[in-house]
């Protein structure tokens, strides 16, 4: 089972930038894909970004232009490279893996702990 520690979270104003790191325990390789995930106080985890094992990426329109996800296989790390922050992205973020079992045909998720990420004046 891979743990997933986040990183690089903190307080940063309105227009700022943050890049959060996602180091897995192992070969982030063996997992179809990887997410970020962020959830604000009071409302429903959301989907950010993702990508998948041979690179390709997806983001949610309200982060689109604005947000990079990228990995480093050898690094085990996946990042999140976020721009042009607005209060209303206050939240906490997660990392999230997710992987196939041919012998379930079940997906697996896995989650990290999150890292809080306020954007204040």
């Known amino acids: 089972q891979v743990q997933l520690v986040e990183s690089g979270g903190g307080l940063v104003q309105p227009g700022g930038s943050l890049r959060l790191s996602c180091e897995a325990s192992r070969s982030i390789f063996n997992y179809n894909v990887m997410r970020w995930y962020r959830q604000a106080p009071g409302k429903e985890r959301e989907l950010v970004a993702a990508i998948t094992s041979g690179g390709t990426t997806n983001y949610a329109e309200f982060v689109k232009g604005r947000f990079t996800i990228s990995r480093d296989n050898a690094k085990n790390t996946v990042y999140l490279q976020m721009n042009s922050l607005n209060p209303e992205e206050t939240a906490v973020y997660y990392c999230?893996?997710?992987?196939?079992?041919?012998?379930?045909?079940?997906?697996?998720?896995?989650w990290g702990q999150g890292t809080q990420v306020t954007v204040s004046s």
């Open positions: 999230n893996a997710r992987k196939f079992s041919a012998a379930t045909s079940r997906y697996y998720d896995y």
